[in-house]
């Protein structure tokens, strides 16, 4: 459904919407799937999680960050998580964006906010670091950031998109990294990426083999796909590769049952924890990858209190929404 995944993605990069939706806090749904806007119900989550066996990331969620004070104000977000998760003696870590640090207007401060929260959390065990992966435009200076830093700290890794063609030579590059394996969550180029959901599946699932059989270090195998996970559970065994050289990981408030269960299997398994209150454009591109979440959209929408919260803009989004699943329906036949 090329035009809705195009549209959720469109409307996730508008800076009016997310600049709206973030005055309201979640809503549409976004409630079920990032975890509050306050340090403390993000503790509240990671709790509950640890309980139950599961290891978390957390994403600070932020997007359009244009200024320095901006990008200084993330830092300072980030370092208060990571106290509170020390504090609280959680079994966390954190994944960042370089866009939030300042990357997209001064690489130089981007670099030095990011070395600031590495120096931090060495201070905390050193707690890993993630630097999540964004639009292809970005990449370069993400692996430049991180050639800069895999010297000095031990604790930076960052994400391998398998949609890229580039992928096959980053898993080459970086065998001494944690790295999270994800199919890529942004529209990109025939000339950059796979465009179908078959060449996408079949380079992430070559790469998570290469990967396992060579990585020096933990692989995060991370996909809500229960015909890749049950692969790699096949894999691992035949392969005799011990537990400890990867886990899986899901996003918060998908598949909740499959995840248990797999901890409960004695698999180590994360979960990817965003909070904060810029939530529009992380559930967009979750609506992108799979259309059926627009049902938790809906279930709120249809409550009256919610109607007169959200107005405008759920009724721009789930009305758009609903359109485009329809004019692609119409396409398809
Ligand atoms: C922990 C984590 C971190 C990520 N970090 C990044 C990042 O840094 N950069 C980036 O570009 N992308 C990131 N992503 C997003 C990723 O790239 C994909 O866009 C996203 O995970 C969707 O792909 P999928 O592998 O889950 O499988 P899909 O191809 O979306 O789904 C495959 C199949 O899984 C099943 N399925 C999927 N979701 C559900 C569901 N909710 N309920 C029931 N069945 C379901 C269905 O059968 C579906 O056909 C991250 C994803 C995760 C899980």
Redesign the pocket.
């Known amino acids: 459904m090329p035009l809705v995944k195009n549209f959720f993605i469109g409307i996730s990069n508008n800076a009016f919407l997310n600049k709206v939706a973030k005055s309201m806090g979640p809503s549409l749904g976004a409630n079920r799937v990032v975890a509050g806007n306050t340090i403390d119900q993000l503790i509240d989550k990671i709790q509950q999680l640890n309980d139950k066996g599961i290891t978390v990331?957390v994403d600070n969620l932020g997007e359009f960050v244009e200024t320095e004070g901006e990008a200084l104000l993330a830092k300072q977000e980030i370092l208060k998580v990571m106290y509170a998760i020390n504090n609280h003696n959680c079994d966390a870590h954190m994944?960042v964006k370089l866009s939030q640090l300042g990357a997209e207007f001064d690489l130089e401060l981007a670099y030095q906010n990011l070395r600031e929260i590495l120096l931090k959390a060495n201070e905390f065990n050193n707690m890993h670091i993630n630097i999540?992966?964004?639009k292809y435009d970005s990449l370069f200076e993400i692996t430049q950031t991180i050639d800069r830093l895999k010297g000095e700290f031990k604790n930076v890794g960052t994400?391998i998109?398998a949609y890229l063609y580039k992928a096959d030579a980053l898993v080459d590059k970086y065998p001494e990294l944690r790295l999270?394996m994800?199919?890529?969550?942004?529209k990109e180029d025939e000339s950059i990426a796979y465009q179908t959901?078959e060449d996408?599946?079949k380079n992430?699932i070559h790469l998570l083999e290469k990967r396992l059989n060579n990585a020096q270090h933990i692989t995060?195998i991370?996909?809500?796909?229960?015909?890749?996970i049950n692969h790699v559970k096949q894999f691992v065994k035949d392969n005799n590769i011990e537990r400890d050289r990867f886990e899986f990981?899901?996003?918060y408030g998908?598949?909740t049952e499959l995840a248990e269960q797999i901890a409960k299997e004695g698999y180590n398994f994360?979960?990817?924890v965003p909070y904060g209150d810029d939530w529009f454009g992380y559930f967009m591109?979750r609506l992108a990858?799979?259309p059926?979440?627009l049902n938790l959209a809906l279930k709120e929408f249809i409550s009256p209190e919610s109607i007169k919260k959200t107005g405008f803009i759920a009724g721009a989004v789930i009305g758009f929404g609903i359109i485009a699943g329809l004019v692609s329906k119409m396409f398809k036949k």
């Open positions: 990331t994944s999540d992966t964004e994400v998109q999270r994800v199919k890529g969550a942004y959901k996408i599946d992430y995060s991370a996909t809500h796909d229960d015909k890749i990981q899901m996003l998908f598949r994360c979960v990817y591109r990858e799979r059926q979440n």
